[in-house]
């Protein structure tokens, strides 16, 4: 762990250098530019509350405010897209970084580290703009967002280390990466985002419980929703797995990073 940490540091320009280069060559030749970091998330929460908060008159138990449900709605969907960039980036970044592999001498562990950065930056312009929608409607509550870092942390983890893993795996079974786009769908759905736990049959939550995603998501919606703690007891178990995947993830990266190469 120190040597990576280390090795980070040390590259820490490449990776920095890297994180910004890609927000400009993605934006580059667009009108809008960063803009439209925006709008996806925005239009479908747009789309969702007006479905389900005034369409089918969904409302949010335990809360009575105006704007509860789209607060809940907001939550669930910025936590996710956080997760999902995560995954759907780092188990294509070996293939789509294979010129860069061949050409240029680092430490490829680099790689998914811009990721995740990347994913970081693009979830904190997004969350800063809800903050302020937080204050507007008179929702914001600061112990609430500083409770929320720890949750993030350990998102980030689980994310990085399954995404190192499928990444690693996709050199050699390109099937992944349309694996990965159907699992995220599915996953997306087995999460309560759109819905209510509560509104699940009992056996339907339980096996929820099994769900990493589900415990993160209803944990970032308790607390900064109804202010609660984080219940530890639900969150200890992602924990665990994100630390498991992150070992798997460096074993099968030192392993195979040599292979990795000569396939691409």
């Not at 809008?32 to 509350?49: F, K, N």
């Not at 409302?59 to 009575?64: D, K, W």
């Not at 694996?179 to 736990?197: A, G």
């Not at 339980?206 to 993160?216: G, Q, R, S, T």
Request: contains cysteine; glycine residues 6%; aromatic residues 14%.
């Amino acid at each position: 762990m120190k040597e990576l940490l280390l090795t980070i540091y040390r590259y820490r320009g490449f990776i920095v250098g890297s994180v910004k280069r890609e927000f400009q060559i993605r934006y580059k030749m667009s009108m809008l530019g960063a803009t439209w970091l925006i709008l996806q998330p925005l239009s479908m929460i747009l789309v969702y509350t007006l479905v389900f908060s005034q369409v089918m008159k969904t409302r949010l138990p335990g809360a009575s405010g105006v704007f509860a449900y789209s607060i809940y709605l907001c939550v669930g969907i910025i936590t996710w897209g956080l997760f999902a960039e995560i995954i759907s980036r780092s188990q294509n970044i070996f293939i789509e970084s294979a010129g860069l592999l061949k050409k240029l001498s680092f430490p490829r562990i680099c790689l998914p580290i811009i990721v995740a950065l990347s994913a970081i930056i693009n979830f904190t312009i997004i969350f800063s703009l809800f903050l302020v929608f937080l204050m507007i409607t008179g929702n914001f509550h600061f112990y609430s967002i500083v409770e929320i870092i720890p949750l993030l942390v350990i998102e980030v983890a689980f994310a990085l280390g399954l995404g190192v893993v499928l990444g690693v795996v996709n050199v050699f079974f390109r099937d992944v990466g349309q694996f990965v786009t159907v699992l995220l769908q599915f996953w997306f759905w087995f999460t309560p985002i759109v819905y209510v736990l509560s509104a699940l049959p009992v056996w339907a939550q339980e096996i929820l419980k099994y769900n990493p995603m589900a415990v993160l998501v209803d944990n970032f919606q308790q607390v900064i929703i109804h202010q609660q703690p984080i219940a530890w007891g639900s969150v200890w178990p992602v924990i665990v797995a994100a630390i498991i995947l992150c070992g798997l993830g460096m074993h099968l990266f030192r392993k195979h990073a040599a292979d990795m190469v000569d396939e691409l």
